[in-house]
């Protein structure tokens, strides 16, 4: 076992050493992301354009390029208290077991009832929505993670909370539905009878098991159709990467606590969000010129937006019925093979990552569905965390470049992040023990047919 006196096992911040603000990355970026556009009119979305579906202030900080230092307010701070500072842990057994000299972190995030970090956005949205003085707000989920951390932050300020489940989750994840009941959610299989576009797609496609394009249609439907409520969404957009900043400046001050300066940092990237959040000031650094970092965005093989997808201008959602966002995208009618990282399987990506990538300041790297679970047992034996199937994905590149040290000698500082637990994907871990999880990789056919049907835009 190495030294563990000078670096904890676990390095938690103070009370007062804890982010007062959030660090809004786009200010430094030379290279903006390119804004939101209306999917009819093909202009720039203004605020008043934003307005009816997103709070106030949410649309502000979306819109917002150049501030870099945006305050926490202190109903927030207090809410993050309860479950933050996260670990930042050494894999002391982790590194053993590899045999590896790299010296590897990871940011634990799954520390709360929700079990991953979408908690930080969460109350960040349902506070706004409070102050603004709305009745409640209405979203959508897939796998379930989001909607279980948007019910907790709602019943928190007292905000009434629709959620829209994908149908085919809502029957096979019955107590992901019910931990959002117990918090005073309500939960309507999607698509359901109470908007126009479910009663649509019902009467087209009768049976149909949903899809998470459908339900973000309806709960846009019913944001914008019900008086004193407003959408939300838990991850892709600017706002939820500034949220999310919580998650990199804690890291940052721990390791500054102990002068590590990390090499690489890791991170799984479905929409963006943690990964946005967990690089935001080590890339700001890296932008103002003053450090340099290697940084990993990991991605399912069946989903890979990054690594095989195009810069274009695309549809947020299936319905088509958001804005277009200029992103690295596999087309927004491509439905991914079921695979069990329901956090990854969006088709496309946060445009402010997608514009750090277009520039080289990033990496991608997309891995197997079962080399996903392998990295995942592996982790859980010695470091004892069951991890949610999405956070897999970074430990199993963590583990690939730890190796990798190991063959060059290499003693490199890795940090990744563990973006939440697992217990609710034990069907998927089933499945992988059994034997029966498959590896399904799009064929570059299939990427181009659904390429022809971005829309066109320029
Ligand atoms: C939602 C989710 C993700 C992926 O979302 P990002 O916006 O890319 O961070 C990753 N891990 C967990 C545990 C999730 O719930």
Known sequence: MKDTTTIPYKIYLEENEMPKSWYNLRADMKNKP????????HEAMTAADLAPVFCEELVQQELDDTTPLIEI??????????????????????????????????????????GSHKLNSAIAQAYYAKKQGLKGVTTETGAGQWGTALSMACSYFGLDCKVFMVKVSYE????????????????????????????????????????????????????????GYRYVLGSVLNQVLLHQSVIGLETKAAL??????????????????????????FMGEKLRGEADYQIIAVEPASCPSFTRGTFAYDFCDTGMVCPL??????????????????????????????????????????????????????????EGILPAPESAHAIKVAI???????????????????????????????????????????TDEELQASFAKLPKVE
Do not use: W
């Open 325 to 382: 966002a200029k992103m690295y995208t596999l087309g927004s009618g491509f439905i991914p093979a079921p695979n069990h990282a329901g956090g990854l399987r969006y088709h496309g990506m946060s445009t402010t990552l997608s514009q750090l990538y277009h520039d080289g300041l990033m990496e991608a790297r997309a891995v197997k569905q079962t080399d996903v679970f392998e990295a995942a047992e592996q982790f859980a034996r010695v």
């Open 34 to 41: 390119a804004p939101l556009m209306h999917p009819g009119t």
């Open 400 to 442: 690939d470049e730890a190796l990798k040290c190991k063959e060059t000698g290499e003693e490199k500082t890795i940090v990744f992040g563990l973006t939440g637990t697992g217990y609710f994907d034990l069907v998927a871990y089933q499945k992988f023990h059994d034997g029966l999880m498959d590896d399904y990789i799009p």
């Open 172 to 227: 096979q994840k019955p107590f992901r539905r019910e931990v959002m009941r117990t918090y005073g959610a309500s939960v309507t299989p999607s698509p359901s009878m109470e908007t126009a576009i479910g009663r649509k797609i019902l009467a087209e496609h009768p049976g149909t098991t949903g899809s998470l394009g459908c339900a973000i249609s309806e709960a846009v439907e019913v944001a914008t159709s019900t008086p």
């Open 73 to 114: 307010p202190q109903e927030i701070r207090d809410f993050y208290k309860m479950y933050r500072p996260s670990p930042l842990v050494r894999a002391y057994c982790l590194e053993e077991k590899l045999q590896t000299p790299a010296k590897i972190y990871y940011k634990f995030e799954g520390n709360n009832t929700s």
């Open 256 to 281: 500054d606590k102990y002068g590590i300066k990390p090499d690489m940092i890791i991170g799984c990237a479905g929409g963006g969000s943690n990964l946005g959040g967990l690089i935001a000031p």
